[in-house]
């Protein structure tokens, strides 16, 4: 069993940043690839960007390509999503979800463990 903790959502303008953490419970993070995922009203999950148990490999969905980025310090059990350049189409909730594998995280089906989510709003 793997729980993970997201933190860092909140209320930003157009334009701005957050940077969202993710904790692992666990002692092998470091087997772990781990994704980002986000959910808006009304809309299905989609896959955000996810980064592979070694950081050797990343992948991004293309609406935030170059404005996003993942990184991860299995030393803390951590993936970290830094978001910049904000836009009202961002608004939604962030989860992430990981798994026990080489494989990247790209798909929401992929993943036995998810966090609870944290909520990112960003006002026009």
């Known amino acids: 069993q793997v729980q993970l903790v997201e933190s860092g959502g909140g209320l930003v303008q157009t334009g701005g940043s957050l940077r969202l953490s993710c904790a692992a419970a666990?002692?092998?993070?470091?087997?772990?690839?781990v994704g980002w995922f986000r959910q808006a009203p009304g809309k299905e999950r989609e896959f955000v960007a996810a980064?592979?148990?070694?950081?050797?490999?990343?992948d991004y969905a293309d609406s935030v390509k170059g404005r996003f980025t993942i990184s991860r310090d299995n030393a803390k059990n951590a993936v970290s999503l830094q978001m910049n350049s904000l836009k009202p189409e961002d608004t939604a909730v962030y989860y992430c979800?990981?798994?026990?594998?080489?494989?990247?995280?790209?798909?929401?089906?992929?993943?036995?463990?998810w966090g609870k989510g944290t909520l990112v709003t960003v006002s026009s």
């Open positions: 979800a990981a798994k026990n594998t080489i494989a990247i995280m790209n798909n929401p089906n992929y993943s036995p463990y």
């Open positions: 666990t002692r092998a993070f470091g087997a772990y690839g």
């Open positions: 980064i592979s148990r070694s950081a050797g490999t990343t």
